[in-house]
């Protein structure tokens, strides 16, 4: 994978349960549901996002936790209920007028095969099933949930030269 191809990229669209959370599905005695999301993750969304690139997200449940993670951080692009996410890329390209190869995708298990195989940039985070690690374009160090969506949003903004005036706006002298 090559720099070029993340430059290219003007929307990252993830998965949810094992890419922005550790993969863990917590009920209470209710039956609610609840998840934990990783707080540099989001601060890697709002930074690609501040920088006009569009994040969404792309999952097969439907959850309260995520609805209330996505307008915390501004995300207005969320497809919850999804069983075929590849049969939806059609659908998010013509709403955001981006082509699926100026789309990433990043996901961990076999459900996120059809729509990586479609778009520009596959990623894997790196405890991803390995048929996922396989078939990506990338493998993220960092974990899902741990770490990994910070990864590749900071991957794509240094790839457009664009983080360096990020950091240099947080005081980083080079």
Known sequence: MSTS????IKLLLLDVDGVLTRGDIVYDDNGVQSK????KDGVGIRL????????????GRKSAA???????LGINLLYDGVHDKAALLGEISTRTGFAPSEIAFVGDDLPDLPIMNLVGV???????????????????????????VREICEAILDAKGLMRGILEGYGVAF
């Open 5 to 8: 191809d993340l430059k290219k």
């Open 36 to 39: 934990t999301f990783n707080s």
């Open 122 to 148: 596959a990623v894997a985070v790196a405890d991803a099933v390995p048929t996922v690690c396989r078939m990506a374009d990338i493998v993220t160090t960092a974990k899902g949930g741990r770490g990994a």
């Open 48 to 59: 690609l996002m501040d920088a006009g690139i569009p994040v969404g997200l792309v999952t």
């Open 66 to 72: 995520l609805e209330h993670r996505c307008n915390n």
